[in-house]
């Protein structure tokens, strides 16, 4: 793929996010994406940090926005690569320290794959 076009892809993303529109954050998914994220792991340790598919990621998004609606992503910077995008972002929640992010997107087709979060 091409960089803008996995660009555009990030700059979706973080828009849908910071939204809270999980429509759009969901028509970037392909139906059987998976997804990793340390959160995930501690708030569902059955899942041991996974989840796949869009069912699962709306259960999972819903909820965050619900619990967090003051959560919105500074982008930092966008690397794209092949097939993916490493994003780096800044999370803000109003009455948490915020939190510096890694993000890698996997994108075929157009559609993101697969999604894996880095943080501490």
């Not at 892809?9 to 998914?29: E, G, P, Q, R, T």
């Not at 069912?55 to 910077?77: C, G, H, M, N, S």
């Amino acid at each position: 793929m091409e960089a803008t076009e996995l660009n555009e892809i990030a700059s979706c993303w973080f828009k849908a996010f910071n939204n809270h529109d999980l429509d759009a954050l969901l028509a970037l998914y392909d139906n059987n994406a998976s997804h990793f994220s340390p959160k995930l792991k501690l708030r569902r340790q059955e899942t041991n940090g996974w989840i796949i598919g869009k069912d699962a990621l709306r259960t999972w998004w819903k909820d965050a926005f619900e619990r967090l609606p003051t959560l919105q992503y500074q982008v930092i910077r966008l690397t794209p690569y092949e097939n993916r995008v490493f994003l780096e972002y800044i999370r803000h929640v109003n009455g948490e320290e915020d939190l510096m992010v890694g993000e890698m997107l996997e994108v075929e087709n157009g559609l993101i794959v697969k999604s894996s979060v880095f943080h501490q």
